[in-house]
């Protein structure tokens, strides 16, 4: 994944952008933009990358990014999606299109919302599928339709009652070309060797830096420590691989990279709260319900 700045394509005289994108793969690398973006998945499972959170995504996703996050959806191919059809309603704004509503009392949880977007929030729930479907009505209108739209949008997920913010609070950011360019090579070595052993000294030693200032430049630009973000991926690639590809526990485990299933088990009770049987039995639980 390659840490890039994106200019992102508006017609000339408009401040928002629409694009309803049927295709194989969602083909975005890993980058960042001034704009504001409203990501909703109509088709497609994989592994979304929102600042400093990684997590299983599929069907009826549904993000709202603050501008210059870093942020790119990997589609899966697998069982769950062997030809890796995607399908998603994309639509980025500029922060003058929203002018001065935010300060005016009507619009304050609009305002609070945008805020929150600077860490990625995820949304779920009747208010979300609502925005959905206001999102597919915004790409096929034209004039002031659109900007209504939007509005609307913005409204009921500022109103939804299931919201995540995704990034942590001590993520900032704050990336050049520079150091977006160091951040790729940390995190391209980390993809390819995932299921490996990993040696911190060694992806410091690519990027030509002491272990110990790699250590402190990797914390403050992805807002976790190297060892911590190289578990969070291996723990999203096992959520992936137990919930999409039915693989069992103990394969998950080891196929995402993990060398003992019981430090499998203990990082997941830490991370998720619970141990990973009764995690599947709540999201088996979840489906039947819904």
Same mark, same amino acid.
């Given at each position: 994944?390659?840490?890039?700045?994106?200019v992102?394509?508006?017609?000339?005289?408009?401040?928002l +952008?629409?694009?309803?994108?049927?295709?194989?793969? #969602?083909?975005?690398?890993?980058?960042?933009?001034?704009? #504001?973006?409203?990501?909703?998945?109509?088709?497609?499972?994989?592994?979304?990358?929102?600042?400093?959170?990684v997590?299983?995504?599929?069907?009826?996703?549904?993000?709202?990014?603050?501008?210059?996050?870093?942020?790119?959806?990997?589609?899966?191919?697998?069982?769950?999606?062997?030809?890796?059809?995607?399908?998603?309603?994309? =639509?980025?704004?500029?922060?003058? $299109? $929203?002018?001065?509503?935010?300060?005016?009392?009507?619009?304050?949880? =609009?305002?609070?919302?945008?805020?929150?977007?600077?860490?990625?929030?995820?949304?779920?729930?009747?208010?979300?599928r609502?925005?959905?479907?206001?999102?597919?009505?915004?790409?096929?209108?034209?004039?002031?339709?659109?900007?209504? &739209?939007?509005?609307? =949008?913005?409204?009921?997920?500022?109103?939804?009652?299931?919201?995540?913010?995704?990034?942590?609070?001590?993520?900032?950011?704050?990336?050049?070309q520079?150091?977006?360019?160091?951040?790729?090579?940390?995190?391209?070595?980390?993809?390819?060797?995932?299921?490996?052993? $990993?040696s911190?000294?060694? =992806?410091a030693?690519?990027?030509?830096?002491?272990?110990?200032?790699?250590?402190?430049?990797?914390?403050?630009?992805v807002?976790?420590?190297?060892?911590?973000?190289?578990?969070?991926?291996?723990?999203?690639?096992?959520?992936?691989?137990?919930?999409?590809?039915?693989?069992?526990?103990s394969?998950?485990c #080891?196929?995402? +990279?993990?060398?003992? &299933?019981?430090?499998?088990?203990?990082?997941?009770?830490? $991370?998720? +709260?619970?141990?990973?049987?009764?995690?599947?039995?709540?999201?088996?639980?979840?489906?039947?319900?819904?």
């Amino acid at each position: 994944m390659r840490a890039s700045y994106e200019v992102v394509k508006i017609a000339e005289g408009s401040l928002l +952008g629409c694009q309803h994108s049927p295709g194989r793969r #969602f083909k975005s690398r890993w980058h960042f933009h001034p704009e #504001f973006e409203i990501m909703f998945v109509e088709h497609s499972r994989g592994l979304r990358f929102v600042g400093s959170s990684v997590a299983p995504y599929r069907e009826g996703d549904l993000v709202l990014i603050g501008p210059n996050l870093p942020h790119v959806w990997v589609t899966s191919g697998g069982k769950s999606n062997p030809l890796g059809h995607a399908r998603a309603v994309l =639509v980025q704004f500029r922060g003058e $299109i $929203i002018g001065a509503l935010p300060k005016m009392p009507e619009f304050s949880h =609009v305002a609070a919302l945008l805020h929150r977007s600077r860490h990625g929030v995820q949304f779920a729930g009747p208010n979300a599928r609502k925005a959905a479907d206001h999102l597919l009505q915004l790409c096929r209108a034209t004039g002031a339709r659109r900007v209504l &739209l939007l509005y609307t =949008v913005l409204d009921l997920l500022a109103r939804s009652r299931r919201q995540t913010v995704l990034s942590d609070d001590g993520y900032v950011p704050q990336l050049n070309q520079s150091e977006a360019a160091r951040i790729n090579v940390a995190c391209s070595y980390v993809q390819a060797h995932l299921t490996e052993e $990993i040696s911190q000294p060694a =992806v410091a030693a690519l990027l030509r830096m002491h272990p110990t200032a790699f250590s402190s430049f990797f914390r403050k630009k992805v807002g976790r420590t190297f060892s911590a973000y190289v578990n969070q991926l291996r723990m999203a690639r096992a959520l992936h691989l137990m919930m999409e590809e039915k693989m069992n526990i103990s394969e998950a485990c #080891f196929a995402s +990279g993990f060398n003992s &299933l019981s430090n499998f088990n203990s990082r997941f009770r830490a $991370i998720k +709260g619970m141990s990973p049987r009764s995690f599947l039995r709540q999201v088996a639980s979840d489906s039947d319900a819904a």
